[in-house]
C-alpha cells in the first residue's frame, strides 16, 4: 500500500496558509532567448534580460559551463523565485534584479 503524503495525516499542517514571499526580487517568469539570454520578470513587475554569454564562454565558468548546451540551457525554469536549471544549477535573483534595475537598458551582463 502506498503512504499517503505527510500533508494528509497532521491537521496542522493542512491548516497552515501557503507561504508566499513578498520580496520583490523574486522570480516570476523566466523565458529562454538565442545567444545565453534569458528575459526576467520579477514579481514587482521588473523586467529585463540577463546575458549569460560571457559567463558561460568564460575559463571561470564553472558549473555554468553545462549550460553551453542550448539544450541544456533552455531547460531554465523558476524554482522558488529564483532561475533555475536541473542539477541544482541557480542564479541569485536579487543580483540580477538589482542589475537589471540599475540598467538604463533592463540587461544584466553575467561575465
Given at each position: 500500500?502506498?503512504?499517503?503524503?505527510?500533508?494528509?495525516?497532521?491537521?496542522?499542517?493542512?491548516?497552515?496558509?501557503?507561504?508566499?514571499?513578498?520580496?520583490?526580487?523574486?522570480?516570476?517568469?523566466?523565458e529562454t532567448l538565442p545567444?545565453?539570454?534569458?528575459?526576467?520578470?520579477?514579481?514587482?513587475?521588473?523586467?529585463?534580460?540577463?546575458?549569460?554569454?560571457?559567463?558561460?564562454?568564460s575559463p571561470r565558468a564553472?558549473?555554468?559551463?553545462?549550460?553551453?548546451?542550448?539544450?541544456?540551457?533552455?531547460?531554465?525554469?523558476?524554482?522558488?523565485?529564483?532561475?533555475?536549471?536541473?542539477?541544482?544549477?541557480?542564479?541569485?535573483?536579487?543580483?540580477?534584479?538589482?542589475?537589471?534595475?540599475?540598467?538604463?537598458?533592463?540587461?544584466?551582463?553575467?561575465?
Amino acid at each position: 500500500m502506498r503512504q499517503q503524503p505527510y500533508r494528509n495525516h497532521d491537521p496542522v499542517f493542512a491548516a497552515t496558509p501557503q507561504i508566499c514571499s513578498r520580496a520583490p526580487w523574486r522570480v516570476d517568469d523566466v523565458e529562454t532567448l538565442p545567444g545565453h539570454r534569458l528575459r526576467v520578470r520579477f514579481i514587482d513587475g521588473t523586467e529585463g534580460v540577463v546575458e549569460m554569454a560571457g559567463l558561460i564562454g568564460s575559463p571561470r565558468a564553472g558549473l555554468f559551463a553545462a549550460l553551453a548546451d542550448a539544450d541544456v540551457f533552455d531547460q531554465a525554469f523558476v524554482h522558488y523565485g529564483a532561475v533555475a536549471w536541473p542539477d541544482d544549477l541557480d542564479l541569485a535573483p536579487h543580483a540580477i534584479h538589482r542589475a537589471i534595475k540599475a540598467s538604463e537598458e533592463g540587461v544584466c551582463v553575467l561575465n
